[in-house]
């Protein structure tokens, strides 16, 4: 090759690198754009942590940044990384960072919080009311602010009775209710080798279904234990 040729190719590779430089523009962010982008980090690393859970939802916002904070740009992509652990924390630290010749850097403050579906009363159920579902609704609150003995579903609450008044909107728990409760008449299912036999009891203990109370039956008299199944109705194996 010619050394004129040579001298033309790297004229030519000079002028290309001297407009791709120049056509490389700075980015700026404002303080909005820089929170989103920590949020943003946040939310595909724990979708990373959490890949094999579906039922969970996952609330992240980030704390406003300080006001003397102005708006920066950047030429190069932002590095991106937490700066403690995420793992279930509920507060992380986002460290943005520029690494442009001028460099810089900013912390993002982020909160994570887990949201579970739980039941409300849609309206004020008074003490003693027979729950309906048209008294149920659901709404979604932080995970860490529930309890245990909070309903997850429906299912169990209708058909039974509130043991204390209940304000529209509060959550339900397993202490508010009783599917039968104490002094109730209820229907007796005995169970024996195929064949079901009905009677007549008095409940001595409020309970839930699933739970096993005290029923006095009408006609014998004796006291036994059944499993609450249903409003109103218990089930005992002979």
Known sequence: MSLFKKNLYLFILIQITSLAMTSLKAKEYNKLELQQLAIDFVSQQRDKMNAQQTNSELSITALPLDSRIKSRSCKTPLQLSAANPLNNNRQ??????CLDQNSWQVFVH?????????ITAAKGISKGQKITAK?????????????????????????GRSKRNVRAGQSINYNYICN??????????????????KTQGEALEDGRVGDNIAIRNVK????IQAQVTNALQVEVNI
Request: charged share 30%.
């Open 110 to 118: 982020t909160r994570q919080q887990e949201l579970i579906e739980v």
């Open 180 to 197: 039968v409760c104490k002094g109730d008449k209820v229907t007796i299912l005995a169970s024996f080798k195929g064949m079901t036999i």
């Open 92 to 97: 992380s630290t986002i460290k943005i960072k």
């Open 220 to 223: 014998s008299g004796k006291k």
């Open 135 to 159: 008294h149920l609704t659901t709404k979604k609150v932080a995970k860490h602010l529930t309890r245990s003995n909070q309903f997850k579903s429906k299912e169990f609450l209708i058909g």
